[in-house]
C-alpha cells in the first residue's frame, strides 16, 4: 500500500481527477490537509462502504443495462479503486455488464456513447512508429496486453475500432477475478480498418474510415506492434482477442513459439469448455474417452475445444490421430468430412472419412454423440428436435449452447431442460437464470472464459514465464473443474459460483506458473509456497493512506 504524500504534481484538483489516486469523498481529515483538498469536497467523510452503498444505488436506478455500462465506466475513469470493490463485492451483478452480454452492445453503439478514451490505439496510420507512439502509454509497469483489430468482435462480426470495449472488460476482469494491478493491463485496439459499411458510413465511427488492410501490410504491422511491445514491456504477456478466424489461427501460429502470446477465443474457450466437459463427467458418469462430441460451428472456438479435448485424452494415453476421433463438426457447410470442398487448415485434421450429412438435426441422429457443443454464433439452431434427439441417445446429454452474447445462443437453457425433461447437463456462454423443472431448481453453468484467463494471466505474470503453452491451458482446465464441488454438480451447475473466482483464479495461477518452473520456462527461482506468492501478488481494492 502506497502511503506516500504524492509529488505536488498530484496535490488539490489533480489528484481529484488522477483514477488510480481518487478516493472522492473518502479522503480523511488529515488528508484533505496534507493534499491541499479543503474545499475542493463536500465536508462529510465518506468510508469506502457509503460510497459503494451510492454507486449501487445509482446503478440500480439505471433503466438498461446499457446506462448502467456506461455509469460503470465512468466511475473506473474517477475512481478506480471503488470501480474494483463494486465488482468485486457484486460479481455475479456486474460481469454480464462489463462484460459479455452488455458490452457487446457496448461496442455496437461505441462511436454514439464515446465520452473519454480508454486504452490505447495502435493505427495502419502509425506504421513505422508504434514503438514510438506507444512510449506515451502513461504506465511503465505493464505486463499484460489485451489486443483486438476487431475483426469478430463476440458474435457480432466486424466492430472495427468499436471493438475496442473488449480489451477493456477483459483487462477489467484480469483484475476483478485475478488482482492483477489496473496499472499492469494495456488494452490495445489495432485499427487496420473495418468492411462493416455501416460503421463506413457513419461520421460518427471513431476510427479508421478505409476497409481493411490484407495481407503483408497487415502482417508487417502487426510484427511491428509485437517487437515494440516486447521490447518496451520486457516479459509481457498477450492476449490476441476477437480477431477473424483466418488471422486468429495464423498469428497464433507465428507467434506463440517466440511470443509469451495466445489467444482467448481458441485456447482459453478450449481450456473452459473442456473443464466443463471433465465436470459434467461426475453427473453423467463414464470416462472423457467414452465421449463423442459434436461441435456446431468449425471456427476459433469450436476448434479451440477439440484442441484441448484432444490434448486431455492424449494425456490419458491416446493417441493424437484417435483422440481426434472423438471429435465431429458440423459447420455452415455441414458435416465435415474428408474430401469436402476447400477445407481450411485448422478443419482438415477434423475431416474425417464419412458420408456427407447436411444438416445438423441428421448428423446427430446418424453420430449419436454424448455430447452437443455450439459454438457457431446462431441462435435457435439446436431445436426441439435436436435436443429430444440428445434426450433419446444419452440418459444425461450434455448441451453447451456457448455462443455470444445471449442472443447469439443456441438454445436457451430452459429450452434445453424442457426439451430434454430435465436430463440435460447444460451450460450457456452467456448467462442464463435459473430454471424451475418438476420441483427442482436448475442452474446452469456459465462456460465463461473468465474463469480460465485470469487465472492464466496471473500464474504467468507472478512466475515470469517466458512461455503460456497449450499444456498450461490444460492444466487450468483441470484446475478448474477439480473446484466444481459436489453441490454445484447437484443444481447441475459444471462450473463454481461466480462468487468463487478470485479463488478459483489463485488456484489455477498456481497451478500454471508450477509448470513454468517445472518446465524452466522462467529465470525465478521457485517458492516454497507457489500459492502464498501467486495470492502475494493479488491487487485488492483498498485506498492507499495518504497521510
Ligand atoms: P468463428 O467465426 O471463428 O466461427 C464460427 C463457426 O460457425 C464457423 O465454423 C462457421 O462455419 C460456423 N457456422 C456459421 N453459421 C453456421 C450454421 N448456420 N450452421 C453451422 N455452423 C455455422 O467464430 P468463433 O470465434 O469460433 O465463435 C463462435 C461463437 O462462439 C461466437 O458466438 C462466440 O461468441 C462464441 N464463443 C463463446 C465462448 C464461451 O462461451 N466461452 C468463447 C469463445 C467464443
Not at 481527477?17 to 488529515?30: F, I, L, M, S
Not at 484533505?32 to 449501487?56: C, I, K, T
Not at 478514451?117 to 502509425?126: A, I, T
Not at 459444471?494 to 473466482?501: E, G, N
Amino acid at each position: 500500500m502506497n502511503d506516500q504524500v504524492p509529488s505536488t504534481l498530484h496535490r488539490g484538483v489533480k489528484i481529484l481527477h488522477d483514477p488510480v489516486r481518487n478516493k472522492g469523498t473518502a479522503y480523511t481529515e488529515a488528508e484533505r490537509d496534507a493534499l491541499n483538498l479543503r474545499g475542493l469536497l463536500p465536508p462529510r467523510v465518506h468510508s469506502m462502504a457509503e460510497q459503494e452503498l451510492r454507486v449501487l444505488g445509482n446503478i440500480r436506478a439505471k433503466p438498461t443495462d446499457l446506462e448502467r455500462y456506461l455509469y460503470l465506466i465512468a466511475l473506473q475513469d474517477r475512481n478506480e479503486t471503488l470501480f474494483y470493490r463494486v465488482i468485486m463485492d457484486n460479481l455475479e451483478e456486474m460481469m454480464p455488464i462489463i462484460y459479455t452480454p452488455t458490452v457487446g452492445r457496448a461496442c455496437q453503439e461505441f462511436q454514439h456513447i464515446y465520452r473519454k478514451p480508454r486504452g490505447f490505439y495502435v493505427s495502419y496510420q502509425d506504421k513505422g512508429r508504434i514503438r514510438e507512439i506507444l512510449q506515451n502509454w502513461p504506465h511503465k509497469n505493464a505486463r499484460i496486453i489485451v489486443v483486438t483489430d476487431g475483426e469478430r468482435i463476440l458474435g457480432l462480426g466486424d466492430l472495427g475500432a468499436d471493438g475496442m470495449g473488449i480489451p477493456i472488460g477483459k483487462l477489467s476482469l484480469y483484475t476483478a477475478c485475478a488482482g492483477i494491478h489496473p496499472t499492469q493491463c494495456l488494452p490495445v485496439m489495432f485499427d487496420v480498418g473495418t468492411n462493416n459499411e455501416k460503421l463506413l458510413n457513419d461520421p460518427l465511427y471513431n476510427g479508421l474510415e478505409r476497409r481493411r488492410v490484407r495481407g503483408e501490410e497487415y502482417d508487417a504491422l502487426f510484427d511491428e506492434f509485437i517487437s515494440a511491445a516486447k521490447d518496451l514491456f520486457p516479459g509481457i504477456l498477450i492476449q490476441i482477442e476477437d480477431f477473424g478466424n483466418t488471422n486468429a489461427f495464423r498469428l497464433l501460429e507465428k507467434y506463440r513459439h517466440n511470443t509469451c502470446l495466445f489467444d482467448d477465443d481458441i485456447q482459453g474457450t478450449g481450456a473452459v469448455a473442456v473443464a466443463g466437459i471433465i465436470a459434467a463427467m461426475r453427473i453423467t458418469g463414464g470416462k472423457l474417452s467414452d465421449q463423442k462430441i459434436l461441435f456446431l460451428g468449425a471456427g476459433e472456438a469450436g476448434i479451440g475445444v477439440a484442441d484441448v479435448f484432444v490434448a486431455a485424452l492424449r494425456e490419458e494415453g491416446m493417441s493424437t490421430e484417435d483422440a481426434r476421433k472423438h471429435c465431429w463438426f458440423v459447420d455452415s457447410k455441414g458435416l465435415l468430412v474428408g474430401g469436402r470442398d476447400n477445407i481450411a487448415a485448422h478443419k482438415a485434421p477434423y475431416a474425417h472419412e464419412h458420408p456427407y450429412i447436411e444438416t445438423l438435426p441428421e448428423a446427430v441422429k446418424a453420430l449419436k454423440p454424448t455430447a452437443l457443443l455450439g459454438l457457431s454464433g446462431q441462435p435457435g439452431i439446436f431445436t426441439k428436435d435436436v435436443v429430444e434427439s440428445m434426450a433419446r441417445i444419452n440418459d444425461r446429454p450434455i448441451i453447451f449452447a456457448l455462443s455470444n452474447p445471449t442472443s447469439k445462443a443456441e438454445c436457451t437453457a430452459e429450452q434445453a431442460y424442457t426439451w430434454s425433461e430435465g436430463r440435460a447437463v447444460f451450460a450457456s456462454g452467456s448467462p442464463f437464470r435459473s430454471v424451475k423443472i418438476d420441483n427442482r431448481t436448475l442452474v446452469p453453468g456459465q462456460g465463461n472464459n473468465a474463469y480460465i484467463f485470469p487465472g492464466v494471466g496471473l500464474g504467468v505474470i507472478v512466475s515470469r514465464s517466458r512461455a503460456v503453452t497449450d499444456e498450461m491451458f490444460l492444466a487450468a482446465s483441470h484446475s478448474l473443474a477439480n473446484q466444481v464441488t459436489a453441490e454445484d454438480l447437484e443444481r447441475g451447475r459444471v462450473y463454481p459460483a461466480l462468487s468463487r473466482i478470485r479463488e478459483v483464479s489463485a488456484l489455477i495461477a498456481r497451478d500454471v506458473a508450477k509448470m513454468a518452473y517445472d518446465n524452466g520456462y522462467t529465470d525465478k527461482q521457485e517458492p516454497d509456497d507457489i500459492l502464498a506468492d501467486v495470492r502475494d501478488h493479488m491487487y485488492h481494492p483498498v485506498y492507499p493512506h495518504y497521510a
